[in-house]
C-alpha cells in the first residue's frame, strides 16, 4: 500500500528543533489549510447499494468484482507500471531534496589539508628582498591540516521556511505518486473489461453468423422447393455478410485493448494476450458504498491532496523571501595545524585557530525583495485557485461517474428486456416464413434488431462495470490514505 508520509525526515527534525531553540521566530504567514463546503452528492442516491450490502474496501476494489483474473491484472499492474515506477523515482528525488533543505539549518563542517612546495625566484619582489636575509632558502615546503566550520544561523526563519517547503513539496510527490497508482489501478481494470466486452461482443457476432447461414440454407432450400425466390436468397446472403463484416471491428477493439493492458502491465504488446484469450463473462458491477461524503473524497482523492500540499509549500515560499528584508548572520572557524615542515607538524607551537562572523542585510536593492515577495505571493495565490479548481473537478468527476453508472445500469436492464422480447419475435418470424404466412423480410427484420440489441447488450454490461470504475477512481480508491491529511507545522 502506499501511504503519504506525515512524519519529517530525521535531519529535518532535528534542524527544526536546533532553530527552534538557538534562533528566533519565522518571520511570514503561517499556513491555515482551506476548507472548502462541498454539498452531500447528489447522485449517491442512484448508484448506492443498499444499506445493509457488503461493499469492496476502497483500497481494494477491484477484489469486488469477484473475478480473480481481474485481481492479477490489476495487481500485476501495480507492480510492473512504468509510470508508477517513475512516479517513485521523483518521490524519492523530493524526500532527497527536502533532506537537503533541513540539512541547511545545520553547521557544515570540512576537513582540509594541503601540502604546498615553491621554489621561489631570486629576482622576484619578495624573493629579491628576502634573499639576502641569514638562512634564507629559496625551496619552501608548508602543510596544514584541521576542520573548518560555517553556520548560517537561521534568525528570521527563512532557511526553516524552504525547509518546511521542500517537505511539503516531497509530500505533494508522494500523493502525485498515490494518484498514478488509482489511475493505473483503474486504466489496467477498464482495459480488461472492454476485453471480456469485446468478446462478448464476438461471441454474439458468432452465434448471428451460424444464425444466418441456418436461415441462408431455409431460403435456399425453399428455393430448390419452389417456395422462393431468388431475391430472397440475395436477401438472405445479404444480412450473413453484414454479421460476418461486424467482426474485424470488433477484434481491431479487442486487440488495442489487449496491447493496452500489456503496456499498463509493463510489458511489450502481445505478452499476455494468450492467458486472457480464453473468453469469459463480463463482471458484474460491484456494490458502490453508499456512506461516501465529499469530506471523505477529499481525503482520499492525490490530486487535491497534492493541490494543497503544493499550496502550503507556496505559502512557505513568502516567509522564506520576507526573510530577506531582515539581516543574516553567519558564523565560520577553523581549527587545525601549519607548518613548514613535517618534524613540527603536530607540535603544540604548529596549533592555530581562526573564527570569525559576518553579516548580510540587503538594504538597497533597488526594489529586488519587494518584487520577490510579491512574486512569492503571485505563486501562492495561483495555488489556491488550483487547489480550489481541483476540488471542483473531483466533485465533478464524482457526480459524473455516479449518474453514469446509475443509468448505465437501468439503460442495460431495458436492453436485456428488448432481447427476450426480440428473441421470440424473431423465433415466432422463422415458424411464419417456413408456414408461409410472411415474407423473408419481415424474418431478416426481426433478425436484424435482435443482432443489434445482443451486441447492444453485451457493451451495456462492460459500460456498466467500467462505469463503476470510475466510481472508484472519482472516489479516490486504489490507495490507502493514513488516517489523516498532512498538516503544516509552523
Known amino acids: 500500500m502506499i501511504r503519504i508520509a506525515t512524519m519529517t525526515p530525521r535531519t529535518y527534525l532535528a534542524s527544526l528543533l536546533l532553530g527552534a531553540t538557538l534562533t528566533g521566530c519565522a518571520v511570514g504567514p503561517d499556513y491555515v489549510a482551506p476548507k472548502p463546503e462541498l454539498a452531500a452528492f447528489h447522485n449517491l442516491e442512484g448508484a448506492a447499494a443498499p444499506q445493509g450490502v457488503r ?5 481494494q476494489w477491484w477484489t469486488g468484482f469477484s473475478d480473480p483474473m481481474l485481481v492479477t491484472v490489476v495487481q500485476r499492474a501495480l507492480a510492473q ?8 523515482a521523483r518521490v524519492r528525488q523530493a524526500r532527497a531534496a527536502a533532506s537537503g533543505a533541513g540539512a541547511n539549518l545545520l553547521p557544515t563542517v570540512d576537513l582540509d589539508a594541503s601540502a604546498t612546495a615553491e621554489h621561489q625566484s631570486n629576482r622576484g619582489e619578495i624573493g629579491s628582498l628576502a634573499s639576502g636575509f641569514p638562512g634564507y632558502s629559496r625551496s619552501i615546503h608548508e602543510y596544514t591540516l584541521g576542520p573548518a566550520a560555517s553556520w548560517e544561523i537561521d534568525l528570521f526563519g ?7 517547503a521542500s517537505l511539503e513539496e516531497a509530500q505533494a510527490a508522494e500523493a502525485d505518486q498515490a ?8 486504466d489496467a481494470a477498464d482495459a480488461y473489461l472492454q476485453i471480456r466486452g469485446y468478446q462478448a461482443r464476438l461471441a454474439v457476432a458468432d452465434d448471428q453468423i451460424k444464425t444466418d447461414e441456418h436461415l441462408l440454407q431455409l431460403v435456399s432450400d425453399r428455393h430448390n422447393a419452389g417456395s422462393a425466390t431468388g431475391r430472397e436468397i ?5 444480412l450473413l455478410k453484414q454479421a ?17 493492458l500489456d503496456v499498463l502491465m509493463g510489458a511489450q504488446p502481445g505478452t499476455y494476450a494468450r492467458e486472457l484469450g480464453a473468453p469469459q463473462e463480463i463482471p458484474s458491477v460491484p456494490a458502490i458504498p453508499g456512506d461516501n461524503t465529499p469530506v471523505d473524497m477529499l481525503r482520499r482523492r492525490p490530486d487535491v491532496i497534492a493541490a494543497e500540499r503544493r499550496l502550503a509549500a507556496s505559502n512557505e515560499h513568502i516567509g522564506a523571501a520576507i526573510s530577506d528584508y531582515y539581516p543574516k548572520i ?8 601549519d607548518s613548514l615542515g613535517t618534524s613540527h607538524m603536530f607540535s603544540a607551537s604548529a596549533f592555530q585557530a581562526v573564527g570569525g562572523g559576518a553579516l548580510r542585510w540587503r538594504l538597497f536593492d533597488f526594489g529586488k525583495v519587494d518584487a520577490e515577495v510579491q512574486q512569492t505571493k503571485g505563486a501562492n495565490a495561483e495555488a489556491l485557485a488550483v487547489y480550489r479548481q481541483s476540488v471542483l473537478h473531483a466533485a465533478e468527476d464524482v457526480e459524473n461517474a455516479l449518474i453514469t453508472l446509475s443509468q448505465t445500469e437501468v439503460r442495460a436492464a431495458e436492453i436485456q428486456d428488448q432481447v427476450q422480447a426480440l428473441t421470440k419475435a ?33 457493451s451495456n454490461r462492460a459500460d456498466a462495470a467500467r462505469a463503476a470504475v470510475g466510481v472508484y477512481r472519482a472516489l479516490g480508491g486504489g490507495w490507502e490514505p493514513v488516517a489523516a491529511a498532512p498538516m503544516h507545522q509552523s
Not at 527563512?158 to 518546511?164: D, I, S
Not at 440475395?234 to 445479404?238: E, H, M, T
Open 55 to 59: 461493499t469492496p474496501p476502497l483500497d
Open 81 to 88: 507500471n512504468l509510470d508508477l515506477a517513475a512516479a517513485l
Open 158 to 164: 527563512g532557511l526553516r521556511r524552504e525547509a518546511t
Open 179 to 186: 494518484g498514478t497508482r488509482v489511475t493505473v489501478a483503474a
Open 234 to 238: 440475395a436477401q438472405a446472403d445479404a
Open 244 to 260: 460476418i463484416a461486424s467482426v474485424p471491428p470488433l477484434r481491431i477493439g479487442l486487440e488495442q485493448q489487449l496491447n493496452r
Open 330 to 337: 553567519s558564523l565560520s572557524g577553523a581549527l587545525g595545524l
Open 426 to 458: 424473431r423465433d415466432l418470424s422463422e415458424q411464419a416464413y417456413r408456414a408461409g404466412s410472411i415474407t423473408l423480410t419481415d424474418v431478416l427484420d426481426a433478425d436484424s434488431q435482435l443482432l443489434t440489441a445482443r451486441d447492444e447488450l453485451d
